[in-house]
């Protein structure tokens, strides 16, 4: 790897170098590195571009990175990656795609993560989306995740993305066991002319399983952020979706979360708020000697972190 | 008017005979009769079924009602209504329609009702939605209103389904001018294998200008629910949207909120919430001497009063 992405690396991954445990780390579309553990397998797929990551059952405190990172200008990435994950795992899952553009062409990577999750396995998954360039060519990226969810089994999902994608359709979509649990937190920011989709598809299937979607953005410039969340409960079920957005200059934000109720014990919350920086709490930084730009932006980092 | 049909006007009325000032009774598709004074007139359209209602500027403490029952089994009624209100006006305008259907046939009324509300009027506009019958024709009722709102000029809309009719869509439009207000109150209430489906979009051109939907409903049986709202911020404003419904029996809601913020100082929030009567509160009334029955009863009462 050289310098640039090492850069990215750190990014996407908060990695300095190789990480730990097992690994998968694709480069320009090609396959850079790779580890695996006693207990965790990964495995090229042979009809199509990607990988399957196979955790042996039982497997406690392991984890799994697979960061994308393209640093070439115009390049066009898809990968198709599958996780299986075996009953009574405890594991963390660290993916994310560092796009490095400093070309005319159109970099874009799309990714469709699919996961199925054993009898009580806890999954931990963090997905972080970074561009950044010259500002000449575009950053793309669609990524996708689908989450299956045994009986009892849970996943944690962090997604982020902070900066430099011009345009992203983010598609999320799971569906739930008896007691299984998702929860989502989702942080964007968006500036520049830039573009963000959020679409999230959840199914409460099982008994006593619950959901919480909860996304914060901020949307700068002109930049344009779109959120759908649909949450169907179809038994006795639990769900949350609370979607928080800061707006500024001319950017525009709308909101569309949607709950449906199928089962009389299922019991469904939402809430949405769009808004700017409140006045008084930018006075009162800039009181303590912060300019606007300086308090505008730390209270930004309170709102995302 | 015979027997049933004054027992139409007092459920969607509340009269008990033809009331006091300006009114206008249409029954089974004709004009029953006609009332109107100094300051509102009341039309009779030439091109399409329906009246306009005009109202001079300054016109205070004054109200219109314009009830429409039908008691023939398989009458399909459709109108228009056109409300001009002028300048600094303060006036009630009590609409609403009865169906009484004991025959095999379906029964349906379709109203389109739209208000041009000039600046700084204040009106109240109340309506409400009533069936009754034998159950072996169905009562079919479709709203749609749709509001313009002057500078200054305010709105408060309460729109009620309570009971008999199988089918409905409910469509509720509004535009606002620079410090209009438009607050809607609708209450819900479904059976059996009833439908009903609401749909408001409000749209908050006008700076400094403020819309409120409040929705409430109780679904029971296999009744099926659906609700939409779209509340977008063009300007400085406010905009408020919450839908709280229960569910019982098999029913089953759907609550599609949807928020855009298309200027920076546009402030918008939404909440909702789907879920069965609580348990304790049950409990709470049958240790006080109610059947569960009852119970159930006097809480649905509370939520929709």
Do not use: W
């Not at 996708?144 to 979509?173: F, P, W, Y």
């Not at 619950?210 to 079920?237: H, P």
């Not at 709308?254 to 449906?260: F, N």
């Amino acid at each position: 790897m050289d310098l640039i992405q090492k850069s990215l690396l750190q990014q996407v991954a908060g990695l300095h170098d190789v990480p730990e445990g097992a690994y998968n780390i694709r480069v320009n579309g090609q396959l850079d590195s790779r580890n695996t553990t006693a207990n965790i397998d990964i495995v090229t797929k042979e009809d199509k571009p990607g990988i399957d990551i196979i955790i042996k059952p039982g497997t406690k405190n392991e984890s799994v990175h697979i960061p994308v990172l393209l640093s070439k200008s115009g390049l066009q990435d898809m990968v198709y990656n599958d996780f299986y994950i075996g009953e009574d795992c405890d594991v963390t899952i660290v993916a994310g795609c560092g796009i490095h553009n400093c070309g005319v062409d159109t970099s874009k990577h799309d990714g469709i993560h699919t996961f199925y999750i054993g009898k009580n396995a806890k999954v931990k998954y963090i997905e972080r989306h970074y561009g950044e360039g010259d500002g000449n060519g575009e950053n793309i990226m669609n990524p996708e995740t689908i989450v299956h969810l045994e009986e009892g089994a849970s996943m944690e999902m962090e997604t982020t993305q902070i900066k430099g994608i011009d345009s992203t359709v983010r598609k999320t979509g799971g569906d739930l066991k008896d007691n299984a649990s998702l929860e989502i937190r989702e942080k964007i920011m968006t500036h520049g002319k830039q573009y963000a989709k959020t679409d999230f598809v959840v199914d409460l299937n099982g008994k006593g399983c619950s959901a919480n979607v909860v996304s914060r953005s901020v949307a700068r410039d002109q930049s344009r952020q779109e959120f759908f969340s649909t949450i169907n409960g179809n038994n006795e079920c639990k769900g949350h979706s609370e979607c928080d957005a800061i707006i500024m200059d001319s950017a525009s934000v709308s909101a569309s979360p949607k709950l449906t109720a199928n089962n009389i014990d299922a019991n469904l919350i939402h809430e949405a708020a769009i808004g700017k920086i409140a006045g008084e709490q930018l006075v009162k930084l800039m009181t303590l000697g912060l300019t606007e730009a300086e308090a505008e932006e730390q209270i930004i980092n309170g709102f995302l972190k």
